[in-house]
């Protein structure tokens, strides 16, 4: 069969056997896709270091026949990201990233969108210093969101379209996102400032490749983690294996409390 090559992400790999692997990828032309790649922890010239986490390569493979998996011919690494390798919280960050990614993107089509997204966000933590981790994080969430089209309503009231200016205002991402008072009734159970979720919208009208030159203010980042994390979880068929370790790093987060 002739093989194609494809622009891709590396995911995540597992060991198989005595010397292969089982590797998730993300190429840009064809969405996630599962390899095996034969003799991988002991052929340096096919793959090396290509099949590392986070590696942006250019992958040579065949298509399986039905179900099954792809066959890695050939791995080439383009950038490998060791700068984020240097940091827990990158490294944490990233795993989040990728499983983010790989559950809400997982259904087999293309979305060079998304590809180019977290390539972009990847890069952000490999060369930059990490002190805007928490502020990554938000950008990165809210640009898949809305790749995935479950944006949530942020400017204006999701049950009454009411969009005047309150103290405070309830958020629930089960019932659309922003609740005015009124509507809230009391139901909700997540309010915040209205400037947040102001802050939010606007950053949806930046470049979803753009990571650079962002400041939030701690309460924007305590709040718009709790909205998107209620937003995510709506659409998350189950709870994401990096997450636990990840919050560990998150705003807000006291050791030995929770998460």
């Not at 052929?43 to 792809?70: C, D, Y």
């Not at 009411?162 to 009124?182: I, M, T």
């Not at 701690?218 to 294996?241: I, K, M, N, W």
Request: aromatic content about 8%; charged content about 25%.
């Amino acid at each position: 069969m002739k093989p194609h090559v494809s622009d891709a992400i590396i995911l995540r790999h597992s060991d198989y056997g005595d010397a292969d692997r089982i590797v998730i990828f993300y190429a840009r032309d064809l969405g996630l896709l599962k390899g095996f790649a034969r003799n991988a922890r002991s052929s340096r010239r096919r793959f090396g270091a290509a099949l590392e986490p986070f590696a942006q390569v250019r992958v040579h493979w065949i298509a399986p026949r039905g179900e099954g998996l792809a066959s890695l011919r050939e791995v080439e690494l383009e950038d490998l990201r060791a700068g984020l390798r240097a940091r827990l919280d990158a490294l944490a960050l990233a795993a989040y990233g990728c499983e983010l990614v790989e559950e809400l993107f997982g259904d087999g089509a293309p979305h060079p969108e998304v590809f180019d997204l977290l390539g972009a966000f990847l890069d952000a933590m490999a060369h930059g210093d990490g002190e805007g981790l928490p502020g990554i994080r938000l950008l990165l969430e809210m640009r898949l969101l809305r790749a995935a089209g479950y944006v949530p309503h942020l400017l204006h009231c999701s049950e009454c379209g009411d969009a005047a200016a309150e103290a405070e205002v309830a958020f629930s991402a089960a019932r659309g996102g922003r609740l005015c008072a009124r509507c809230a009734s009391g139901r909700a159970g997540l309010w915040l400032s209205p400037l947040t979720l102001g802050t939010l919208a606007r950053c949806l009208k930046t470049a979803d490749v753009l990571f650079s030159g962002f400041r939030f203010g701690a309460q924007t980042l305590l709040e718009g983690q709790a909205v998107l994390r209620d937003a995510l979880a709506l659409h998350l068929s189950r709870p994401l294996r990096s997450q636990a370790f990840l919050e560990r790093f998150s705003v807000g987060h006291e050791p030995g409390k929770g998460g």
